[in-house]
């Protein structure tokens, strides 16, 4: 697949899962479509699954690393489903930030162009930056969600410099981890099931 150039290797990293309007519905539309014709795609079934669990790992991981997360502030960084976008459709944020204010995190996201789509979807649940910093001020971890080219370009130091404590769970894996492992707890998720 990621030879073909509709979908190439961008789109098939390991991650926090996939999102939007086309991919979800179309694994759905196979998966029932096989169930019509009296087969199972488990391969398929595998896949949807998977997609459901894997956001909820980053709010699992932050609560290794934290513990209860009663009061703590968790920055969210990217909430729409894949970066150029501010398309929030099965946005893999969403049920992240739906747990985060389960647990009683006290969450603040930004996204460089989502913020408007993500304010009729959590209201006044969460708080939203105007910027990366600001998003990351007195954190106690941040959960990188999309990988926007802004945030590709943050160092070990726009972390340590800004947040209460540096932990960073970074859901597409678009750090360094030996740079990033040296000054801050880093964890890198999206390694498999």
């Keep these: 697949m990621g030879l073909d150039k509709r979908i190439g290797p961008l789109f098939l990293n390991a991650g926090l899962g996939y999102g939007g309007s086309c991919f979800p519905k179309d694994v759905k539309a196979l998966i029932a479509y096989s169930r019509n014709l009296g087969y199972r795609l488990k391969l398929l079934e595998a896949v949807e699954s998977v997609n459901k669990t894997q956001p909820l790992k980053a709010v699992q991981f932050c609560k290794e690393l934290l513990g209860n997360l009663k009061g703590k502030h968790i920055a969210v960084l990217g909430l729409a489903f ?3 976008t501010d398309d929030m459709r099965e946005a893999r944020a969403t049920p992240i930030i739906n747990q985060l204010i389960n647990e009683g995190a006290n969450v603040t996201a930004y996204d460089p162009v989502a ?8 209201k006044d649940k969460i708080q939203y930056a105007s910027s990366t910093i600001e998003c990351l001020k007195n954190a106690d971890c941040c959960i990188l969600v999309t990988e ?3 945030f590709k370009k943050l160092k070990p ?5 800004n ?3 540096p ?7 678009i750090y360094n981890p030996q740079e990033f492992s040296q000054k801050m707890k880093f964890t890198a998720i999206g390694l498999g099931h």
Aim: proline share 3%.
């Design 82 to 84: 894949k970066a150029d």
């Design 115 to 122: 913020i408007p789509i993500a304010k009729t979807i959590f």
């Design 148 to 150: 926007w080219d802004e």
């Design 157 to 161: 130091e726009d972390f340590t410099e």
């Design 163 to 165: 947040m209460k404590k």
């Design 167 to 173: 932990i960073l769970i970074d859901g597409r894996r």
